[in-house]
């Protein structure tokens, strides 16, 4: 069964980069996506950005070009670096699995039709981040 | 991008009732993109419904899903302790950035 293993640094200064890392284990990195989430103490799910094994990566516009999410060559882990962080970065970060499955259903000389199941199933511990000076 | 609100914030129940949480969506989405989760204190979400109605593995079937277009409800059928809990919407899959709901605290009465 894939668990998700995360570290990295959990107090960081203004202006400096946070950087963590999601360790894949127990399962395949191909055909998910790969995926940061956090959550601001007290408040709810802010969805960060994901990539998956081909490289492609997606970032939510609110975050901008904080952004990077990278996976090392061998597909068995991943990082997220969140540049200039602020206070209001503090949160806790998860790393997760992300599925988008695609199954046909039946198919025809016109085409398939086909169900899709599209979900994040596996989670991460979390690491909090604090920003403090 | 798709905005989730979701209502009530908070819900005061006794165990053995039903609750009903309500997510609605900015916009039309598609039902195989509105996911359920599950949160307690200290803990990571769970994935409870995916696909507006299909259950996760190991979820009771007293946890239901429905909805569709920009109108979704989660149904918690006879509460046990165990379902005490914050529950976020996220619609995902559909288009980036996939966007959670705020969360709805479903609370001992």
């Known amino acids: 069964q894939v668990q998700l293993q995360q570290w990295g640094a959990g107090l960081l200064k203004p202006s400096e980069t946070l950087s963590l890392t999601c360790g894949v284990y127990?399962?395949?990195?191909?055909?998910?996506?790969w995926t940061w989430v956090r959550q601001i103490p007290g408040k709810g799910l802010e969805w960060i950005g994901e990539i998956n094994e081909r490289g492609d990566t997606d970032s939510s516009p609110s975050l901008g070009s904080r952004v990077t999410i990278s996976a090392d060559t061998s597909r068995t882990h991943f990082s997220l670096r969140l540049s200039s962080v602020t206070a209001a970065d503090t949160a806790a970060y998860y790393c997760?699995?992300?599925?988008?499955?695609?199954?046909?259903?039946?198919?025809?000389?016109?085409?398939?039709?086909?169900?899709?199941?599209?979900?994040?199933?596996?989670w991460g511990e979390g690491t909090t981040v604090t920003v403090s000076s | 991008e798709v905005v989730l609100t979701q209502s009530p914030g908070t819900v005061s129940l006794s165990p053995g009732e039903r609750a009903t949480l309500s997510c609605r969506a900015s916009?039309?989405?598609?039902?195989?993109?509105l996911v359920w989760y599950q949160q307690k204190p200290g803990q990571a979400p769970r994935l409870l419904i995916y696909g507006t109605s299909t259950r996760a593995t190991g979820v009771p079937d007293r946890f239901s899903g429905s909805g569709s277009g920009t109108d979704f409800t989660l149904t918690i059928d006879r509460l046990e302790p165990d379902d005490f809990a914050v529950y976020y919407c996220?619609?995902?899959?559909?288009?980036?950035?996939?966007?959670f709901g705020q969360g709805t605290k479903v609370e001992i009465k």
């Open positions: 996220q619609q995902y899959g559909d288009s980036p950035p996939y966007n």
């Open positions: 127990g399962g395949s990195f191909n055909s998910f996506y």
């Open positions: 916009q039309s989405i598609i039902s195989s993109s």
């Open positions: 997760v699995r992300g599925r988008r499955d695609r199954r046909a259903l039946s198919c025809s000389l016109r085409g398939c039709t086909y169900a899709y199941s599209y979900y994040m199933d596996v």
